[in-house]
């Protein structure tokens, strides 16, 4: 009888020994899953409607710089969504005549350098401005700076005018019948 109890002891042993192992993987299945599962909802905070919320705080206190980022980063996760397209394309204008704004108050303030950053931003920003290139033109013109090709003018076609006479007339294109169909 002895020898039973023995064996059975020992077999509660290995039945708790495996009880123990299988509640241990199922506890660490359950942290790798609830971390993965963390990790996957600050992956979804960052979600394109989060950065375009943060742009538009942004753009409310008038600091179109971070809007632009944000902006930018929400047309990047979902680069379908025309709204966000064009509250970008909005807010570069925005913040392009507001640094060329600043330039010119640095200018006239007698600061030529800041001005001319200022400029150089807000061609960065919106390098549509036409304005800001004009700016820079004449800043560096000042200071007797050489400006880049083409930064600030419409590239020439090549060519000369010989060359487009020498061309010839379209040619003229005449009916075959003049009788209706």
């Not at 950053?117 to 290139?133: G, R, V, Y």
Request: proline residues 4%.
């Amino acid at each position: 009888m002895n020898r039973r109890v023995d064996g059975q002891a020992a077999s509660r042993s290995i039945f708790t020994r495996s009880i123990f192992r299988a509640a241990a993987f199922w506890i660490a299945l359950c942290a790798v899953v609830a971390l993965f599962g963390l990790s996957s909802v600050l992956l979804h905070a960052e979600s394109a409607k989060t950065f375009f919320k943060r742009g538009q705080d942004a753009e409310s206190r008038e600091d179109y710089d971070a809007a632009i980022d944000n902006y930018q980063k929400a047309l990047a996760k979902d680069p379908k969504d025309l709204e966000f397209r064009s509250t970008l394309y909005r807010v570069r204008v925005t913040a392009s005549a507001v640094h060329l704004t600043k330039g010119y108050k640095l200018m006239n303030a007698g600061n030529e350098q800041e001005a001319l950053a200022e400029f150089l931003h807000a061609a960065e920003i919106d390098p549509s401005n036409e304005a800001a290139q004009q700016a820079i033109a004449s800043v560096r013109k000042k200071h007797g700076e050489a400006l880049p090709a083409g930064e600030t003018s419409i590239a020439q076609p090549e060519g000369t005018q010989e060359d487009l006479d020498s061309m010839g007339a379209p040619a003229v294109l005449k009916p075959v019948s003049n009788e209706p169909v």
